[in-house]
């Protein structure tokens, strides 16, 4: 059993919602005992750091120092956005210098005691294939997945230090351990536009839409993301990608955890596919039904 | 005793941060100085002149140069003196020059420790005295250690100009890399036609001995006597009988594992020969993929043998040679490209490296030479080179430029359009670095002539699109992102030191860089020399290189080995250990010590062991003098007294102190 400090982050609260319900359930599932961080708060997200580096550090260390009072040494997010935010901060307040001007901003100061990972890295990381393996109700065979990481999630490798910063494959195996076909995606970790969804809407058609094309080439009949805002641009901006560049992508973009949820056979209501703006039932249609149903 | 100090202000080099006035000003109050005085350029001819001078007029025993490095001089002053009729052992050097003037910016201090310097230097020079050279003949025989083009070159000057000479190969043939070439720039002519007559002159020079599959074992002895053992790998052929007829090759049913002449690029029997013009043209057995040497069945090999040369029993092989001299020449190793993720480290099969693309472009290569890419065997229309593929990048440790990649890469843009006349080469390029005789005309014939389009950019990422591979890359000039769709992409990977580079020197008492290339002696006016007498360096060994820089490092290494041989006798360095027997104990501990074999046990006359130094073995090291707990062992010129003599000199005993 692993007990775990849980920053859930804005997003989770918002666009994201099915992916912070899924992630909860998968982990239940899995023996992950999640404790929500204490009345946490914005990680800084991205305007902070372009204003200031040591204000955006003390958004993140005050979370931080949340997960030292709660006793607590490790704490998993499942949005790359808030990883990166506040591995950063970690990595920053390692200099005595930057840590006592970051304090200085903070009611309790943070003692960079905590570890932290991504919810994908403690699932990659700290939990068995084989056990997981061992879970699976419902084995995704059949369906053709391309796994997109996004561009933060594995970079810069110095301060992630997780998986492999070109070439990543946490999700490739968790995907092929619970029986999908995975396909060679090779754009893992390109940029799919960001926040260039507001003011420049036509950077991300471009960039995602070749995302899309790249998955559409190798068969795919899904994506699966571990990033909001990735998802978002991904899913919701598909039809504005399609009319921007003349094209008829129908890819359902799916969370990890909303597919390795089905694999577990949890409960549909916890996992949220209603939420998804590409239909996803032709996608899940592909998966053959487990032997005992038939 | 009266000596004489000489500072030299070296023209500015040391004049400008050290006053070298006050400092001959200040040795003139050391005991025994009876001169002192500085000169301009005191290694100049006048500055000898007047140093002989000053010795015969002032009747001097003994003399010290203030100026540059021993390593630079020392030579120099030493017959300087003896010219003068003094013992060549009367002379003492400070370095006020590499350990003062050019590390020190502050003049006051400098002439301090300048002056500090010389003196340690005067309190030694008290206390030398004459020693003398003993003469010994040398070996007529030379090591030529690596038969790439450099090597062969080495082998063949040495060999015309009438001595003996060994040469020892790691692998199956020689021909080194150069024999992997299918074209040279910057003529393009055809490499194995111009390398294949020197490699059959090794193989029927009478003064050659060839030996390949093997590698030196171990070295002993010194310059003009050195004691070689090569191990002869066992090739589970008998080579005095076998005929390189190639019965075997075509019928050795284990054909899995990767052809290494052919760089990987296709597969080759358990028995082989590597290609058609290898010399020695014979087969050999690979032990790691052989039916018979691995499961103890099959054996075809032996059926088939017309003269019945395959002996599946046979044992590495220990052959033990005396040389005067030894050239290295081993070369270099290609950059392992998977290091970079961002080329896909091996997952896409067409991407390549340049040596692999050299293959496919050969005639004798595994395509005949026609250009078809690994994946599907198509003939690729668009090429993409890739330049600076561990050359120039901090990021994997190597800073520096191959040197020769520029070149072929433009060489192999060359050709491509030759081989495939409506193909595009696209090569992504930091800069052209193309000195040389018609180098740079070469590269431009590339882009102008041949159509090559070169971007001024690194590339970020090759990704599969289909059936071709889109390398992406920053085009520097037009300040915007590329993309180009490659049928087949070629990375121009750079040269490191040879594997294996690093332990061989330390076996050679030769010295490696941070990158595993063997340091020369001096980076301009010694370039073939190493710091140990007698062992030579040609070719890429000493750092990259191409192939006329090669041959040219190959010949000079030739003349030096030849002016080396050509005396019939050298004189040994009489700086060696010498034992005390009277305090000697015989406990044998500096025998122990000793890294070069150089002392052994006697008996006196009494019957007592002592220890005796063998003095031309004695590499004068001082480890036994410090071993030895009685002090019985000494170096000769740096006795335990002389280094004292200096440490005194510069930290004066402070003992009056106390009875003030």
């Given amino acids: ?137 419902n084995p995704l065979t059949g369906i053709k997945i391309a796994c997109y990481y996004g561009c933060i999630m594995n970079r810069p490798p110095a301060l992630m230090q997780f998986d492999h910063h070109e070439n990543p494959m946490a999700m490739d195996n968790l995907m092929a351990a619970i029986g999908a076909e995975v396909v060679p995606f090779p754009l893992k970790v390109e940029c799919c536009g960001a926040s260039f969804g507001i003011p420049r809407g036509d950077i991300v058609h471009k960039l995602s839409g070749k995302l899309l094309d790249a998955g559409r080439r190798l068969g795919a009949d899904c ?42 056979g949890l409960d549909r209501a916890e996992l949220g596919f209603e939420k998804l703006c590409v239909d996803p039932r032709r996608a899940l249609g592909k998966i053959k039904q487990p032997a005992q149903t038939r | 005793m009266r000596i004489g100090v000489f500072i030299c202000h070296c023209g500015s080099n040391i004049a400008g941060t050290v006053d070298c006035p006050s400092v001959a000003a200040t040795a003139l109050t050391y005991p025994d100085v ?39 001089h020392e030579q120099t002053f030493r017959r300087a003196v003896e010219r003068a009729g003094l013992n060549r052992y009367m002379f003492e050097m400070a370095n006020i020059r590499e350990h003062v003037s050019w590390i020190g910016k502050t003049k006051d201090l400098n002439t301090n420790k300048a002056a500090e310097l010389v003196r340690m230097a005067v309190e030694k020079l008290r206390r030398n005295r004459p020693l003398f050279a003993k003469r010994f003949e040398t070996v007529k025989r030379v090591l030529v250690i690596g038969g790439g083009v450099a090597g062969i070159q080495a082998a063949l000057d040495c060999a015309d100009g009438g001595q003996e000479v060994v040469l020892v190969e790691r692998e199956q043939s020689i021909g080194g890399k150069m024999a992997k070439l299918d074209k040279t720039f910057p003529t393009v002519d055809c490499s194995s036609c111009v390398l294949g007559p020197k490699m059959v002159d090794i193989a029927q020079h009478p003064n050659i001995t060839l030996y390949t599959c093997s590698e030196v074992e ?58 058609p013009q ?80 050299e293959r496919l472009l050969s005639a004798s290569g595994p395509t005949g030479g026609h250009i078809k890419r690994p994946s599907d065997g198509k003939e690729p229309k ?84 289909d059936d071709k591979l889109i390398v992406r890359g920053a085009d520097t000039l037009a300040g915007t992102q590329v993309e180009v769709p490659a049928d087949l992409v070629v990375l121009a990977v750079g040269a490191e030191s040879a594997r294996g580079a690093v332990q061989l020197g330390e076996k050679l008492r030769v010295a490696p860089d941070q990158y595993g290339f063997f340091v020369e002696s001096h980076p301009k006016l010694k370039p073939v020399e190493t710091n140990t007498a007698g062992v030579f360096l040609a070719g890429a060994c000493q750092g990259p290189k191409d192939i006329p820089a090669s041959v040219g490092q190959g010949s000079a290494a030739a003349s030096k080995v030849l002016g080396l041989l050509s005396k019939k006798e050298l004189e040994s360095d009489p700086a060696v ?81 106390n009875f003030e």
């Fill in chain 1, 1 to 137: 059993m692993h007990n775990i400090a849980y920053y859930p982050g804005c997003s989770g609260q918002g666009t994201s919602t099915e992916y912070d319900r899924s992630t909860r359930a998968i982990c239940q599932a899995l023996d992950i005992a999640l404790t929500d961080v204490e009345d946490w708060s914005c990680c800084g997200s991205s305007p902070a750091h372009t204003v200031n580096h040591v204000l955006s550090a003390a958004l993140s260390a005050r979370n931080l120092a949340q997960v030292e009072a709660m006793g607590m040494t490790r704490v998993a997010t499942p949005c790359p956005s808030c990883l990166s935010n506040l591995r950063t901060a970690t990595h920053k307040m390692k200099d005595p210098d930057f840590q006592s001007k970051a304090n200085a901003l903070l009611d309790t100061p943070y003692r960079n005691t905590v570890d932290v990972q991504s919810v994908l890295q403690v699932l990659a990381e700290h939990v068995d294939p084989e056990y997981i393996k061992s879970k699976v109700v």
């Fill in chain 2, 278 to 357: 290898a010399i020695p043209k014979k087969a050999a057995i690979n032990a790691a993929s052989c039916i018979m040497l691995t499961k103890g069945k099959c054996g075809v090999c032996a059926k088939v043998c017309p003269v019945k040369c395959i002996d599946f029993e046979q044992k590495d092989e220990l052959v033990t040679v005396d040389v005067g001299a030894v050239v290295v020449a081993t070369g270099y190793d290609l950059f392992d490209w998977h290091k970079y993720p961002q080329y896909g480290e091996g997952r896409y099969k067409d991407v390549i490296t340049s040596m692999q693309y």
């Fill in chain 2, 577 to 657: 250990s010498r034992v005390n027997p009277g305090r000697c104990v015989g406990c044998g501990k500096c025998v122990q010590t000793c890294p070069f074999g150089a002392i052994k046990m006697i008996e006196d006359r009494f019957g007592n062991p002592k220890a005796e130094v063998i003095d031309t073995v004695c590499q004068g090291c001082g480890i036994c003098t410090v071993t030895c707990p009685q002090g019985a062992i000494q170096l000769e010129h740096f006795t335990d007294n002389q280094i004292l003599a200096e440490v005194n000199a510069l930290c004066p005993p402070k003992m009056f102190a």
């Fill in chain 2, 382 to 465: 668009n090429v993409v080179f890739i330049q600076c593929v561990g050359s120039r990048d901090r990021s994997v440790n190597r800073p520096y430029c191959s040197g020769f990649c520029c070149m072929y890469t433009a060489k192999q843009a060359i050709l491509t359009k030759d081989h495939v006349p409506d193909s595009q080469s696209f090569v992504f390029y930091m800069d052209i670095r193309s000195p040389g005789k018609m180098y740079d005309e070469f590269t431009r014939r590339a882009m102008e002539e041949y159509g090559a389009q070169y971007v001024r950019g690194r590339v970020s990422m090759i990704y599969p699109q």
């Fill in chain 1, 223 to 264: 994506f699966v993301t571990a990033c909001p805002l990735c998802q978002m641009n991904l899913d919701l901006r598909q039809g504005q990608i399609n009319d921007a560049l003349h094209e008829n992508f129908k890819i359902p973009i799916f969370y990890y955890t909303q597919l390795l949820g089905y694999a577990l």
């Fill in chain 2, 34 to 72: 009876v001169f002192s005085t500085d000169t301009m350029y005191a290694c100049s001819e006048p500055g000898q002149d007047a140093i002989i001078q000053a010795v015969k007029e002032k009747n001097l025993d003994g003399v010290v140069v203030a100026s540059c490095t021993p390593r630079m």
């Fill in chain 2, 218 to 275: 171990s070295v002993g002895g010194y310059v003009g006597n050195f004691q070689v053992t090569i191990r002869k790998k066992a090739t589970y052929v008998d080579w005095s009988k076998c005929t390189g007829c190639g019965l075997c090759v075509e019928k050795c049913p284990s054909r899995k594992h990767p052809d290494t002449f052919n760089e990987g690029l296709c597969t080759a029997p358990s028995i082989n020969i590597p290609f």
